[in-house]
């Protein structure tokens, strides 16, 4: 079975944006190894508004060669993204409905692991329903004041932490897996 992974940028005061949506503060150094992240999943799970402002995103020609070709890794992954609406996409697959079980079929299916990306509504359903396998929250040193939290969940949320790792730039990425001995179903 194929781990979701969240794996996601948060500042130091918690937040994964700013209050205006900025994500200026967000840091990508090479030593964070993130292409070799990218290796590992094969696949994307999107929510519509996180889809629409970055699974397509191509960055401009001012843009670093590390991030080009991270931006041009992502683009090669198979896409899912899970939305009220329905529509085609060339690119994505759409999810409006039976999440919980389409979630299930896709993550038992063989191939590389798979990355929960995001926004903030979908996260909360698959920590909700006990779909997320690993949290790799990478904390920035940076305090906003004010933003979109990293969690919104309506109940404790129990981890375990398996790993850490420090990156020169001050970033000190989380590694945790849910705690086994928690009921995931609690939560629902």
Same mark, same amino acid.
């Given at each position: 079975?194929?781990?979701?992974?969240?794996?996601?940028?948060?500042?130091?005061?918690?937040?994964?944006?700013?209050?205006?949506?900025?994500?200026?503060?967000?840091?990508?150094?090479?030593?964070?190894?993130?292409?070799?992240?990218?290796?590992?999943?094969?696949?994307?799970?999107?929510?519509?508004?996180?889809?629409?402002?970055?699974?397509?995103?191509?960055?401009?020609?001012?843009?670093?060669?590390?991030?080009?070709?991270?931006?041009?890794?992502?683009?090669?992954?198979?896409?899912? &993204? !899970?939305? *009220?609406?329905?529509?085609?996409?060339?690119? +994505?697959?759409?999810? =409006?409905? %039976?999440?919980?079980? #389409? @979630?299930?079929?896709?993550?038992?299916?063989?191939?590389?692991?798979?990355?929960?990306?995001?926004?903030?509504?979908?996260?909360?359903?698959?920590?909700?329903?006990?779909?997320?396998?690993?949290?790799?929250?990478?904390?920035?040193?940076?305090?906003?004041?004010?933003?979109?939290?990293?969690?919104?969940?309506?109940?404790?949320?129990?981890?375990?932490?398996?790993?850490?790792? &420090? !990156?020169? *730039?001050?970033?000190?990425?989380?590694?945790? +897996?849910?705690?086994? =001995?928690? %009921?995931?179903?609690? #939560? @629902?």
């Amino acid at each position: 079975m194929r781990k979701i992974i969240l794996n996601l940028a948060t500042t130091l005061d918690g937040f994964i944006e700013g209050a205006n949506g900025e994500l200026d503060w967000c840091i990508l150094e090479e030593d964070m190894h993130f292409d070799s992240f990218l290796e590992s999943i094969g696949t994307i799970f999107y929510g519509r508004v996180s889809y629409d402002q970055w699974g397509n995103y191509q960055p401009d020609v001012s843009t670093s060669d590390m991030e080009k070709q991270i931006y041009a890794a992502i683009q090669s992954k198979e896409k899912f &993204v !899970f939305s *009220s609406q329905s529509r085609a996409d060339d690119k +994505a697959t759409f999810i =409006s409905s %039976d999440v919980v079980a #389409l @979630v299930e079929k896709i993550r038992n299916q063989p191939g590389k692991d798979i990355w929960l990306y995001g926004g903030a509504k979908l996260i909360k359903t698959f920590i909700e329903n006990g779909l997320v396998d690993e949290y790799m929250i990478s904390v920035h040193p940076t305090a906003l004041g004010a933003g979109k939290p990293l969690f919104d969940i309506a109940a404790k949320l129990d981890l375990e932490l398996t790993g850490t790792k &420090v !990156f020169k *730039s001050g970033v000190v990425q989380l590694i945790y +897996a849910p705690n086994k =001995s928690i %009921d995931p179903n609690r #939560l @629902v």
